[in-house]
């Protein structure tokens, strides 16, 4: 059974910074892609990165390009979402996902195991 256990939300202000934690366990994590979503109140749960089981592949939404990076530690079996320059549209709660392939997509559907989420808040 894959477990993910994300931490580290919490509440920032516009242009501050926060780190996501995403801690896994149940498959053997390199061989997996993983990513970050994230769903705001009354809205769809979208993409905000991804991650090659490697890590020498990533993906980035538009709307993070350049403000966050994530990263993975497989020693660690642990991933990451370093978020700088934070804006008030980034409020939402964060998703860590796993998918059963070596790169997943930007679409849900290609993640089978999902965290618990962690709330995100910026305030202007």
């Known amino acids: 059974q894959v477990q993910l256990v994300e931490s580290g939300g919490g509440l920032v202000q516009a242009g501050g910074s926060l780190i996501l934690s995403c801690a896994a366990s149940?498959?053997?994590?390199?061989?997996?892609?993983m990513a970050w979503f994230r769903q705001a109140p009354g809205k769809e749960r979208d993409v905000v990165a991804t991650?090659?089981?490697?890590?020498?592949?990533?993906y980035y939404a538009d709307s993070v390009k350049g403000r966050f990076t994530i990263s993975r530690d497989n020693a660690k079996n642990a991933m990451y979402l370093q978020m700088n320059s934070l804006k008030p549209e980034d409020t939402a709660v964060y998703y860590c996902?796993?998918?059963?392939?070596?790169?997943?997509?930007?679409?849900?559907?290609?993640?089978?195991?999902w965290g618990q989420g962690t709330q995100v808040t910026v305030s202007s």
């Open positions: 991650i090659s089981g490697s890590g020498g592949t990533t």
């Open positions: 996902a796993s998918a059963p392939t070596f790169m997943g997509t930007v679409a849900t559907e290609s993640y089978d195991y």
């Open positions: 149940g498959r053997t994590f390199s061989e997996y892609g």
